[in-house]
């Protein structure tokens, strides 16, 4: 039951399939011009109750250590599983002090290009091999070495923990690279801190790499996104930002101001940073914040690239391996990467 | 009061101020990431009842002819003030037997260059000067000379005559131009338009314009798009697909199928088409169809710039000049048409 009920707060594969409908198939039907497979995983799950997820959210420090654990011991495939799978050798390692997930794909390039990915989870979850999965899948896809960084999180380290360990690695990796090599990214939460990342880097005067990767970026942690409300029940990952969202928002900010752009990277000045490629979905809770995050580029006069994708909810094509939506994303990807890292 | 009603179904300026309001305050706040200007507006009118909406659409044909006049009549202002005001000279033409507006900016370009525009008005309004406040703000921004077209439109002359009148003004201006001196563009049903006659001049083996601009294009009349449903009663311009705009489109198709892709672009192959400047907001009803031909571009491996404005409903950045969506999508529009046009 309580594995249940986390599963479903955590919007996991596991979880979201079988809660109940709040829309009929009459006013919220089935998107058309989606993917057989995503259709198929909308039309089977129906969308969540948001009354019921406003609730399920941990409260005290114990409570989020065990809604953590439960995240890790339910991902739907083990790494060991995944790497094998996909060609990717995986070496967890430790570099400047951080732990970090070495990725190395069957196919890898013979140039220094490397890949470092910063997983989601709401700054709370995703620790060890419960964070890697997207990077076996973008080492796998984009042939480059990959190096996941295992981020310190709350409620033992919230931030700016998580920007120090970013801050190591990459300093760690400049001793053999440029940044010029380097991409950098995530999903979500990822993506936030990749944005975080780089107002903080740029703000040490050092290089910042050639391309970032944001997936639908959580780049606002003060609610402020028009479609935090205009979705809300419509993206069956996240359904609502109360609750989990907001509580977990707090629990890494600790106390410093939730607009403050090493929080919120949305606020802070984009001048410099490298060019991005951004995904998102019409069913997106996030699809503002990776809308604004986009202008923000695109007014710094930046080279950003902006993908929306008919009826997919925040963050699903991690879960639709296979699919056109997974395939366009992790190919286009690739092919940005190509372009921009030298 | 009829004045009042078709305004109001139209969603014009004039009209969209004042209506009922569905959802609090509360639980749809004014996007903080607008503009000022748009926030004002949102704040300002609260959203428009659906119900409403859906029952007030014109049913015989006289309706329809007597619904494009008070359109037209009730323009916020004539094209003589808003040419004088931004200093562009308009002149009505015929071409190849199709009447057409000349939109010389005093700023013109001296080279060969034209903007080729495709009004909006669901194909049923916007004719004569009705129809080219629009192309006269894009002459003014983007310093090109202007040639809108005034195609012909049902009641009395459903598809194809419009990409008829496309077809004999494209071939006359081919006559002293090449095709990649030309853009080709519009917003709502001019965007569909414009992607419909790509396939129509494609499949008469003609050369395609330079450059196309897709202002949240009308590109799928079958109701297919997941934001007709998900963003119902949240976009405040179109408010809901049911009514008005269910029935503009099968008054322009006049039997032939929805998803003909000469009048569902959507559903046609895009080999071959020119790069696209697209624009859509997160409070669009066309979100998804503006993100579904822009992903149909990018399948075909052709440059397309996806643009999405928070807060933002169908084609509302024409009716907030000086707004900072504004100025950035025609700034960027002439950015990207001098890119791309030689």
């Known amino acids: 039951m309580l594995i249940g009920l986390f599963c479903s707060v955590l919007g996991l594969a596991l979880g979201f399939y079988g809660s109940e409908k709040i829309f009929s198939e009459k006013t919220l039907p089935v998107p058309a011009g989606a993917s057989e497979q995503l259709q198929q995983g909308i039309r089977q799950a129906g969308l969540p109750s948001v009354a019921t997820r406003k609730l399920l959210v941990p409260r005290t420090e114990d409570q989020w250590r065990t809604a953590a654990r439960l995240h890790a011991d339910n991902q739907p495939e083990s790494i060991a599983q995944l790497s094998a799978r996909l060609a990717v ?4 390692d430790v570099m400047n002090g951080v732990a970090v997930h070495w990725l190395q794909p069957g196919t890898a390039d013979p140039d ?8 989601d989870g709401a700054y709370v979850f995703g620790a060890g091999e419960a964070g890697i999965s997207e990077a076996v899948v973008i080492a796998a896809r984009t042939g480059l070495l ?4 295992d981020y ?20 760690g990796l400049l001793r053999s690279r440029k940044a010029s090599q380097l991409a950098m990214g995530g999903t979500s939460a990822g993506g936030g801190l990749t944005l975080a990342a780089m107002h903080h ?13 944001l997936g639908t970026p959580w780049a606002d942690l003060s609610k402020t996104g028009d479609t935090l409300h205009t979705l809300e029940g419509v993206d069956r990952i996240l359904v609502t930002y109360e609750g989990l969202l907001a509580e977990a928002s707090l629990l890494y900010a600790a106390g410093v101001d939730l607009q403050d752009p090493l929080l919120s990277p949305v606020y802070g000045d984009f001048v410099g940073f490298p060019p991005a490629y951004l995904v998102t979905g019409t069913r997106d809770l996030f699809l503002s914040d990776t809308a604004r995050v986009h202008r923000k580029f695109r007014a ?13 909810s ?29």
């Open 201 to 213: 880097l740029k703000g040490l005067g050092l290089p910042l790499p050639g391309a970032l990767f």
């Open 314 to 342: 925040h963050a699903e094509y991690k879960f639709i391996e296979g699919s056109r939506e997974h395939d366009a994303i992790y190919g286009e990807l690739k092919a940005f990467l190509s372009r921009h890292l030298r």
């Open 112 to 119: 220094r290009r490397l890949f470092v990915y910063l997983h």
């Open 146 to 149: 990959t190096v996941a960084i």
């Open 152 to 171: 310190r999180m709350p409620p033992d380290h919230p931030h700016p923990a998580a920007l120090e360990d970013v801050e190591a690695v990459y300093r």
């Open 89 to 92: 050798d995986h070496q967890p």
């Open 300 to 312: 710094a006069g930046i080279e950003a690239d902006l993908n929306v994708y008919e009826g997919l």
